[in-house]
Nanobody, 128 residues
Framework: QLQLVESGGGLVQPGGSLRLSCAAS????????IGWFRQAPGKEREGVSC????????YYADSVKGRFTISRDNAKNTVYLQMNSLKPEDTAVYYC?????????????????????WGKGTLVTVSS
């Protein structure tokens, strides 16, 4: 069974950090472009950060630049999202997704195009 499973969400105070993990089963993540997306209550899903296969290029939404870092660990078949300096407006359900290796990070993260697999999400709540 092909699936993505996110973990690492939880409750954190403003200014804190979390590391989200996206683990794949049934397929190899290093053949796919991977993205992290989030959806807050009452809002549309948005691209947070995406990483390509071909050259390791990355995309970050303006709202998270300088605070979030996406990375791959191919040996563990896992992609991570390190989130620092968290703000209340980062509160959302975070999803990871995998796309065809030729999908650009801009297509994935800006117009949410090309995803083949989605995880079920992990909730991140930033609150004091």
């Amino acid at each position: 069974q092909l699936q993505l499973v996110e973990s690492g969400g939880g409750l954190v105070q403003p200014g804190g950090s979390l590391r989200l993990s996206c683990a794949a089963s049934g397929f190899t993540l290093d053949y796919y472009a991977i993205g992290w997306f989030r959806q807050a209550p009452g809002k549309e899903r948005e691209g947070v950060s995406c990483i390509s296969v071909s050259d390791g290029s990355t995309y970050y939404a303006d709202s998270v630049k300088g605070r979030f870092t996406i990375s791959r660990d191919n040996a563990k078949n896992t992609v991570y999202l390190q989130m620092n300096s968290l703000k209340p407006e980062d509160t959302a359900v975070y999803y990871c997704a995998a796309a065809h290796p030729l999908t650009t990070v801009q297509a994935m993260c800006v117009i949410l195009y090309g995803m083949n697999y989605w995880g079920k999400g992990t909730l991140v709540t930033v609150s004091s």
